[in-house]
């Protein structure tokens, strides 16, 4: 495996990864304010960087953009806190978020915070049932959304008596609160309550392969993790412009969207715009981002893109970084050719609450690798029963529990938290192994692993496999049952600009994988197709296709792209 090795444009700030031999959390709660022992995770987030003329958000959609200081974001935020005060909220009462990527949104996201009451956030493209799935379940009291949004609200808001008041931002209807009318009468002080740092900050919902989706808490001591990773993993410094991809409707857009970033004191980059290469490519050059987080679903489309980025400057880049979904190697090889810079990923889930496993500054990447764990997490791969196995063994990716971020509970479901637990290990559901060196390496999830002819392939090795070839795009790939073999390798596949499907391509892609990457892995059966499902943080749902190709139920699929 060759190794890649680029020299920092800054010094990281962790400049030597050998410091997780002595690392402990408790030397590391200085990095964020504790007030007698509480804190809380909004004022640690904006309050504490209480500049006047800082640009904490650089915010732009199609129409036009506008700028926040640090200063105006802590007074509208405490401005939201009061009107939730005046409309009786109260600490661990769950106010909700429906709301696209506009500046309310991170407004009243840190105000309910200050509150002491718990906040959720709601991707935009959620229909009816996703939602009262989501506000049915956490028995939210007040919902803030726009009027737009309200409509899909009002089919079911008769089968939400909990939800007493609905804040609208912009056209509020009969019963509405209006958000500008209240904010324009709510003083800018408020006294932030201060929490026990394992109480209740915010809650996200996750889905599995089965039943409703779960209600993930996390508490406020979150932000020590959300700082440290933030500032050791993307490597952020205060005169970083940084541009975080993600929608606080999930973890990633709350944790490094938010919270981990601002408390850094960088300054933010927030487009609500659709994607187009050119117009990321623009923003970049027009805000002077520095430091970039995305999604690799989102880099692979760039690349789609061909040479676009050559029109604009890219020289503020110094640091990328990948989430949501394994990278691939040949991201990695086009960002360096680029941009003179590599992607560094990194993993992590909704229940972890911030970046497990990463590719630091300080460290060289071997391509298609996590990276290593993060300094204060143990990780480990484990079998069946809990047991560690040594380097390079295949089992499943466990967490010793009890780092800052983890999740506190699962919203009225204590089996379903339980079974995240075993033998003293937190198991995440993904298939990895550990090399000699210590850094980790994807499979799939644990119900994606295909056994071929009695060999286990990793559907992220063939899916980087295929992508290699010039013709595809993207790739996602399912075990198929074969009275033969046990299961067979179907691919997926989108192609590239310029290709069409024919039974001659199809045989040179099953040639190319049998030369390239193993003769007993290549796809027996492809099926070309103009989109994969998604959710909408990035991540290929292959149980959709598998369950789709079987005629199997498919489980939840309210966070599911349309394709």
Request: proline share 6%.
């Amino acid at each position: 495996m060759k190794l890649i090795r680029v020299k920092p444009r800054l010094k990281p700030n962790l400049p030597d990864y050998r410091i997780a031999k002595k690392f402990r959390w408790k030397d590391y709660y200085k990095e964020v304010d504790f007030f007698s022992g509480r804190l809380n995770a909004a004022y640690n987030a904006v309050d504490r960087h209480d500049v006047p003329n800082k640009v904490a958000l650089y915010w732009e959609d199609e129409k036009g953009s506008r700028e926040f200081t640090f200063r105006e974001i802590k007074n509208l935020s405490n401005r939201f806190a009061n009107v939730l005060k005046k409309l009786g909220v109260k600490k661990g009462d769950r106010v909700f978020i429906f709301l696209p990527r506009v500046p309310e949104l991170y407004i009243s996201f840190l105000g309910i915070l200050k509150t002491g009451a718990i906040a959720g956030t709601l991707f935009a493209a959620f229909g009816p049932r996703a939602l009262k799935d989501r506000l049915g379940n956490s028995s939210a009291k007040v919902l803030i959304t726009n009027a737009s949004l309200k409509k899909r609200v009002s089919e079911i808001r008769k089968e939400l008596p909990d939800l007493k008041k609905i804040i609208v931002i912009d056209r509020p209807g009969k019963g509405d609160v209006s958000y500008k009318k209240e904010m324009s009468k709510a003083s800018r002080s408020f006294k932030v309550k201060m929490l026990k740092p394992d109480e209740p900050a915010f809650m996200l919902y996750t889905s599995g392969t089965t039943g409703k989706p779960k209600g993930v808490i996390h508490c406020h001591k979150a932000i020590v993790q959300q700082h440290l990773t933030a500032k050791w993993v993307l490597d952020l410094k205060p005169k970083d412009i940084y541009w975080c991809t993600a929608d606080p409707g999930w973890v990633t857009g709350i944790a490094y969207g938010i919270l981990g970033s601002w408390s850094n004191k960088a300054s933010s980059v927030v487009y609500a715009g659709r994607f187009d290469p050119e117009k990321w490519y623009s923003l970049i050059e027009k805000y002077q981002v520095s430091v970039f987080y995305t999604a690799p679903t989102a880099i692979r489309m760039l690349m789609k893109a061909g040479k676009a980025y050559k029109k604009y400057n890219m020289s503020s880049l110094r640091h990328m970084c990948s989430v949501g979904e394994p990278l691939n190697p040949e991201p990695i090889y086009w960002s360096l050719k680029a941009f003179g810079l590599p992607f560094h990923d990194n993993w992590w889930q909704t229940e972890a609450g911030g970046v497990l496993i990463a590719n630091y500054p300080c460290m060289p990447i071997k391509p298609g690798s996590m990276g290593k764990p993060f300094p204060g997490i143990e990780a480990a791969i484990v079998d069946n029963k809990g047991n560690k196995l040594r380097a390079n063994k295949e089992g499943n990716l466990a967490i010793k529990p009890g780092w800052p971020s983890m999740m506190l509970k699962i919203w009225k479901n204590r089996e379903k938290y339980r079974s995240y637990f075993k033998k003293g290990w937190y198991i995440s559901g993904d298939k990895a192994f550990v090399d000699k060196d210590g850094y980790y390496w994807f499979i799939g999830r644990a119900d994606d692993v295909i056994k071929t002819g009695g060999e286990r392939v990793g559907p992220f090795e063939v899916e980087s496999a295929l992508i290699e070839h010039k013709a595809i795009i993207e790739a996602a790939v399912i075990g198929k049952p074969d009275p033969l073999r046990g299961e067979i390798i179907k691919a997926f596949l989108i192609l590239a600009k310029g290709y069409k499907p024919s039974k001659k391509l199809e045989e040179e892609i099953k040639v190319f994988i049998k030369k390239r990457f193993a003769g007993h892995a290549y796809p027996r059966e492809i099926e070309f197709v103009n989109s994969l499902p998604k959710t909408q943080s990035g991540k290929i749902v292959r149980r959709l296709l598998k369950a789709r190709e079987l005629g199997l139920p498919t489980g939840d699929v309210s966070t599911i792209e349309k394709y």
